[in-house]
């Protein structure tokens, strides 16, 4: 089993990212709740929620899941 994914953001108005690594329920949950915060904290489409914060995922499997799965 590799390194744990890692979750990073400065302030609650700042995007959170997600680092490469294994990710489990509670990296999921994290994960959720500070892009939540962000929202609150910044005004976002709902339309664009999904494409803005997928693409500060980082890691070769999210990076090939996001090229085939985008419009």
């Given at each position: 089993?590799g390194?744990k994914a890692?979750?990073?953001?400065?302030?609650p108005t700042?995007?959170?990212?997600?680092?490469e690594?294994n990710?489990?329920?509670?990296?999921?949950w994290d994960?959720?709740?500070k892009?939540?915060?962000?929202f609150?904290h910044?005004?976002?489409?709902?339309?664009k929620k999904?494409?803005?914060?997928?693409?500060?995922?980082?890691?070769i499997h999210a990076?090939?899941?996001?090229s085939a799965?985008s419009?």
């Amino acid at each position: 089993m590799g390194a744990k994914a890692k979750i990073n953001q400065s302030n609650p108005t700042k995007p959170p990212t997600l680092d490469e690594g294994n990710v489990d329920a509670s990296i999921l949950w994290d994960w959720f709740n500070k892009c939540e915060g962000f929202f609150h904290h910044k005004a976002v489409k709902s339309n664009k929620k999904i494409v803005f914060i997928a693409w500060r995922m980082s890691g070769i499997h999210a990076v090939h899941w996001l090229s085939a799965n985008s419009p």
